[in-house]
């Protein structure tokens, strides 16, 4: 029920803008959405986080660079990335949370020359 979209290769300094949009059973108000990612060897790790009524959070790794935004109305979340780097080279999970928790399948991001 949740599908994200925009991932793809860039080279470095570039920019990505990924999308996730909620569907099914995930109907009305979300209260929490958030983008995950996980690089080859990692573990999955908090990007940015958007709490409805304005609380939003990001990784010390992104601050300044990217952008969490939703579409309340439409249920829909974005990742705007600018600057790019290879160390942002992973797969983006959305994540939401209403009533239990759900995850997207994720989209690749790959940042190389």
């Known amino acids: 029920q949740l599908a994200e979209s925009g991932g793809g290769w860039v080279q470095p300094g570039g920019s990505l803008r990924l999308a996730c949009a909620a569907s099914?059973?995930?109907?009305?108000?979300?209260?929490?959405m958030a983008w995950y990612r996980q690089a080859p060897g990692k573990q999955r790790e908090l990007v940015a986080r958007?709490?409805?009524?304005?609380?939003?959070t990001y990784a010390d790794s992104v601050k300044g660079r990217f952008t969490i935004s939703r579409d309340y109305a439409g249920n829909t979340m974005f990742l705007q990335m600018t600057g790019l780097e290879p160390e942002d080279t992973a797969v983006y999970y959305c994540?939401?949370?209403?009533?239990?928790?759900?995850w997207g399948r994720g989209t690749q991001v790959t940042v190389s020359s």
């Open positions: 994540y939401a949370v209403q009533y239990r928790e759900y």
């Open positions: 099914g059973h995930i109907v009305g108000s979300i209260n929490l």
């Open positions: 958007d709490i409805a009524g304005g609380d939003t």
